[in-house]
């Protein structure tokens, strides 16, 4: 080893991989080792009491986990169906948008310029029960005589949640759907409309199969996205009322930090993670399914 030096490209990535680590890495170990233990926040010493596979035990047992984790999913199914369809009808207008098309791209973006902390402030303000504009709009058209309190009741809470989500991601969709569209050649479509397909079997048969794997980047993306899903619940409700609106990393952090079980919380985490790697995967196989379809097609 005399005279031995590290290689030149190591040392320069010498500094990044140093505060990988400890950013990173060293976070992650000693997460999952607090996952085995009976680590509480007001108990500093029980970081050291290991107990096994108890914590994760005790969450496949938990209730409260599972309906977290149920309105998840159907936060996640309900988002990403409404949120590609959008996306996809933005897109199709702006794509056959015959001059400022540009500038239409850059308006479609503005909503994925605002952090989750504003629009949960946002979307707060708008539904409030009696400064909201919903309630304020509803009653000046005659729709509603009395103000609906939409953060109040479980299910409209989860309703006015639903819209923040939709509203602030939309535009992903919409933008990478729009970039299969513009890198899409025009031959084949031509080719449909002199055989006499109509717009609809236009779509189906030759848009739609072209466009499919960009929709599914797009649904890996905001599927992780709301996965973990946070700031928004965290403004809008914190979980209420009475827990309706609890999603997983809600009730990830009142573990942690309200009820200062930090083990428990970590292990709850760590199958979080588990479950977003399986819709990871999932879309994951959708889109090399698309791509060979293409490949096989076009």
Not at 97 to 110: C, D, K, N, V, W
Not at 279 to 292: D, E, G, H, N, V
């Amino acid at each position: 080893m005399k005279g031995w030096r590290p290689p030149a490209p190591f040392i320069l990535l010498l500094p990044a991989i140093v505060v990988l680590a400890a950013v990173v890495i060293v976070p992650l170990v000693l997460s999952l080792y607090s996952s085995f233990t009976a680590f509480r926040l007001t108990q500093p010493a029980s970081l050291y009491t290991l107990i096994g596979f108890r914590n994760y035990q005790r969450i496949l047992t938990d209730i409260e986990f599972w309906a977290a984790f149920g309105r998840t999913v159907l936060l996640l199914t309900i988002a990403l169906n409404l949120e590609m369809l959008l996306g996809l009808g933005l897109a199709m207008l702006v794509e056959k948008a015959t001059s400022g098309q540009r500038l239409l791209r850059t308006i479609m973006m503005f909503p994925m310029m605002f952090s989750p902390i504003l629009v949960g402030f946002q979307f707060k303000f708008m539904f409030n029960d009696n400064i909201g504009l919903v309630n304020n709009t509803l009653q000046s058209l005659g729709l509603s005589s009395q103000a609906i309190p939409w953060l109040i009741d479980g299910t409209l809470a989860f309703i006015a949640i639903l819209v923040a989500e939709i509203w602030s991601s939309t535009s992903v969709f919409a933008i990478l759907i729009l970039a299969g569209l513009l890198a899409m050649p025009k031959e084949p479509i031509e080719a449909a409309r002199v055989d006499g397909c109509t717009p609809w079997q236009t779509f189906r048969y030759v848009t739609w199969p072209f466009i499919m794997p960009f929709a599914y980047i797009a649904m890996t993306i905001r599927s992780l996205d709301v996965a973990r899903a946070y700031d928004i619940v965290k403004i809008m409700t914190d979980g209420g009322p009475a827990k309706r609106t609890e999603l997983l990393w809600t009730l990830i952090s009142r573990t942690a930090y309200a009820d200062a079980r930090m083990g428990v919380a970590n292990a709850m985490a760590y199958v979080a993670i588990l479950l977003s790697i399986v819709f990871t995967a999932y879309f994951f196989r959708k889109l090399s399914a698309a791509r060979t379809q293409i490949a096989a097609e076009w």
